[in-house]
């Protein structure tokens, strides 16, 4: 949070829990009772929000960073593509994905993918930028040096800013694409946050809530909002 607008910050969001907490939520609920659990683009887990290794789950990190060897925060960490898992099928009881999916080139095979190796009734729990929000439109068009940029303003090193597809980005793609995976849509949030990217400008930043406050009140503005958090699950009795 940069000093210039911390005081609105503090005015406008004085409980502020934002998209993680939803995430959270579908992860807790997907995750209740469940041993095994894949975290799909889990990195070197400087960014994971969960902790799913309580309770005696055993946690698997894929990731094609070399990064996720060193990953603190799974049992056992795996150097691999989303699209070329290196699991046998149906032995995954949930997936969780954070901020993943908008870097996928071919989503349709990485979907079907995860659909493979989670068991069946298991579930799959995304959360990823919604493409019709102004900062997703904005990222669309802009080079990777500058979304790398932009980030390190809020503490993220430029070797976890990764080249952005959204190719899967819209609540509809999600559920097409899924379906034809296998997976069944079971919850869909659309989530505002605080307009933290426009932290440089009080006058920006005051829009931003504005902007916020607008497509949170009016559910007919859902599609406008700037997260999906999905929870998928995959139809029992599927074999892929």
């Given at each position: 949070?940069?000093?210039?607008?911390?005081d609105?910050?503090?005015?406008?969001?004085?409980?502020?829990?934002?998209e993680?907490?939803?995430?959270?939520?579908?992860?807790?609920?997907?995750?209740?009772?469940?041993?095994?659990?894949?975290?799909?683009?889990?990195?070197?887990?400087?960014?994971?929000?969960?902790?799913?290794?309580?309770?005696?789950?055993?946690?698997?990190?894929?990731?094609v960073d070399?990064?996720?060897g060193?990953?603190?925060?799974?049992?056992?960490?795996?150097?691999?593509?989303?699209?070329?898992?290196?699991?046998?099928?149906?032995?995954?009881?949930?997936?969780?994905?954070?901020y993943?999916?908008?870097?996928?080139?071919?989503?349709?095979?990485?979907?079907?993918?995860?659909?493979?190796?989670?068991?069946?009734?298991?579930?799959?729990?995304?959360?990823?930028?919604?493409?019709?929000?102004?900062?997703?439109?904005?990222?669309?068009?802009?080079?990777?040096?500058?979304?790398?940029?932009?980030?390190?303003?809020?503490?993220?090193?430029?070797?976890?800013?990764?080249?952005?597809?959204?190719?899967?980005?819209?609540?509809a793609?999600?559920?097409?694409?899924?379906?034809?995976?296998?997976?069944?849509?079971?919850?869909?949030?659309?989530?505002?946050?605080?307009?933290?990217?426009?932290?440089?400008?009080?006058?920006?930043?005051?829009?931003?809530?504005?902007?916020?406050?607008?497509?949170?009140?009016?559910?007919?503005?859902?599609?406008?909002?700037?997260?999906?958090?999905?929870?998928?699950?995959?139809?029992?009795?599927?074999?892929?």
């Open positions: 949070m940069r000093r210039r607008v911390r609105l910050f503090e005015t406008y969001y004085p409980d502020y829990t934002g993680d907490a939803v995430f959270l939520r579908h992860v807790a609920a997907a995750a209740a009772g469940c041993k095994r659990v894949l975290d799909a683009g889990c990195g070197s887990g400087a960014l994971s929000v969960h902790g799913l290794r309580a309770d005696g789950r055993f946690v698997i990190g894929v990731d070399t990064a996720v060193g990953n603190a925060r799974v049992d056992a960490g795996v150097r691999a593509r989303l699209d070329a898992l290196p699991l046998q099928s149906n032995s995954i009881d949930v997936i969780v994905s954070r993943v999916f908008e870097h996928l080139d071919n989503p349709r095979r990485t979907l079907a993918e995860l659909a493979r190796v989670l068991r069946p009734n298991g579930r799959l729990v995304l959360l990823t930028p919604n493409a019709f929000h102004y900062v997703t439109l904005i990222a669309r068009f802009t080079p990777t040096w500058v979304h790398r940029f932009v980030k390190s303003g809020h503490g993220v090193e430029a070797k976890d800013v990764f080249p952005t597809y959204y190719r899967v980005n819209t609540p793609t999600i559920e097409r694409l899924a379906r034809e995976a296998g997976l069944s849509p079971t919850r869909v949030d659309l989530v505002e946050s605080s307009p933290n990217y426009l932290e440089f400008s009080r006058l920006l930043y005051r829009l931003g809530i504005l902007y916020e406050r607008t497509v949170s009140r009016f559910s007919a503005l859902a599609g406008l909002r700037v997260n999906i958090v999905a929870t998928l699950a995959k139809t029992a009795g599927e074999g892929r």
